[in-house]
């Protein structure tokens, strides 16, 4: 059973950053792609960004040249820093990976969850 746990949300104000982190149960992370979607109240859940295995990188245009996704497979973790945050960001942010050799910004294409971290932007 696969666990993943986020980290590093809370209240910024418009312009700052924040970063998060999820942190994975799971024996090599290396074989996994690795996505961070968020869904705001109302509003279905959308794919911000992905990681290959390889490490290429994809970002929604909502989020490109803002954010940055990264992974550390030796500390099972991955990253998305933040950066020029707007009150459109707020969301409850999730992580997500899935095996295969693609990336991917649908949520269906991913097999496992962590159970999210609020990220309010607001002054």
């Known amino acids: 059973q696969v666990q993943l746990v986020e980290s590093g949300g809370g209240l910024v104000q418009p312009g700052g950053s924040l970063r998060l982190s999820c942190a994975a149960s799971?024996?090599?992370?290396?074989?996994?792609?690795i996505g961070w979607f968020r869904q705001a109240p109302g509003k279905e859940r959308e794919g911000v960004s992905c990681?290959?295995?390889?490490?290429?990188?994809y970002y929604a245009d909502s989020v490109k040249g803002r954010f940055t996704i990264s992974r550390d497979n030796a500390k099972k973790s991955m990253y998305l820093q933040m950066n020029s945050l707007k009150p459109e960001d707020t969301a409850v942010y999730y992580c997500?990976?899935?095996?295969?050799?693609?990336?991917?910004?649908?949520?269906?294409?991913?097999?496992?969850w962590g159970q999210g971290t609020q990220v309010t932007v607001s002054s």
């Open positions: 997500a990976i899935r095996s295969g050799v693609s990336c991917s910004l649908r949520s269906e294409a991913f097999d496992s």
């Open positions: 990681i290959r295995r390889d490490s290429s990188t």
């Open positions: 799971i024996f090599n992370l290396a074989s996994y792609n």
